[in-house]
């Protein structure tokens, strides 16, 4: 069994209270997203503002091809941090700079790359650099930083995903296990926006629940903060919410 800290344990108990040795059982217990969100803000205690964090588990088998999920969603509030945006293209520097892009070029963005730079947070490129940029993938691809069209970061309208993603639009991918992981604001936030910024990505999830996923889709999601414990969500309260 895992041993968790003294901290983790206080934390635990300021959520739920006085749940005597059972505390663990009762935690696990799922609750509706408002409560959930109550409880993450609660024991946000970290000496920074922490991210709040969405854990999804899914009945689905990644390693066909029609399930392994991916794609984007904008979040009404955003996930409070500023987004570094590099736009890799031979003729739209000035129109992604405009649009609020840190950085645009082509070689010597490149040749940056070639040296194991790596310090964005998105990547969006026009099609005729993938070529060049595709090169690069042992570098960008660990780091998820290769831009794909189903992402909507290979684009010729640079000005448009721009600012959709410094205005809060992310990407969600499920990884080998069938898990979607994802930051959807700050511990700092109102609660009723973090509430609408995960109504939206868990709608967006049950959406795209694919055609030959068999059995229960939405099987656990948990949300947490960047410090603290998970608090798991009623995952048939929100299908309902979103059917």
């Known amino acids: 069994m895992q041993k968790h800290g003294k901290r983790y344990t206080n934390l635990v108990k300021k959520a739920w209270g006085n749940a005597g040795e059972d505390a663990s059982a009762t935690r696990r217990k799922p609750v509706s997203i408002s409560e959930a ?3 993450v803000k609660q024991t946000a205690s970290a000496k920074f503002d922490e991210s709040v964090d969405i854990a999804i588990n899914l009945g689905i ?9 991916r794609g984007t969603v904008s979040l009404p509030h955003g996930i409070g941090k500023t987004v570094r945006v590099t736009v890799v293209t031979r003729n739209q520097e000035a129109a992604a700079l405009a649009a609020g892009a840190d950085e645009a070029g082509f070689e010597p963005i490149l040749e940056k790359i070639r040296g194991g730079w790596t310090d964005t947070d998105v990547i969006i490129a026009t099609p005729e650099v993938m070529g060049e940029l595709g090169k690069l993938g042992r570098i960008l691809g660990p780091r998820g930083l ?3 069209p189903k992402s909507g970061t290979v684009t010729q309208d640079v000005t448009t995903a721009v600012k959709e993603v410094k ?4 990407e ?18 109102e609660a009723p926006k973090l509430v609408d910024n995960i109504n939206m990505f868990l709608g967006t ?4 629940k694919p055609a030959t996923a068999k059995g229960q889709y939405l099987k656990s999601v948990t949300i947490s ?8 969500i009623d995952a048939q309260e929100a299908i309902k919410a979103h059917g």
Request: avoid cysteine.
């Open 37 to 39: 969100v109550s409880k």
């Open 61 to 69: 088998d990644p390693r066909k091809a029609d399930q392994a999920i």
């Open 146 to 148: 290769m831009p794909n």
């Open 167 to 170: 205005a809060g639009k992310i």
């Open 172 to 189: 969600y991918r499920v990884d080998k296990a069938g898990n979607v992981h994802a930051s959807v604001g700050k511990a700092s936030f």
């Open 205 to 208: 999830i049950i959406r795209a």
């Open 225 to 232: 903060s960047t410090m603290g414990p998970g608090f798991k």
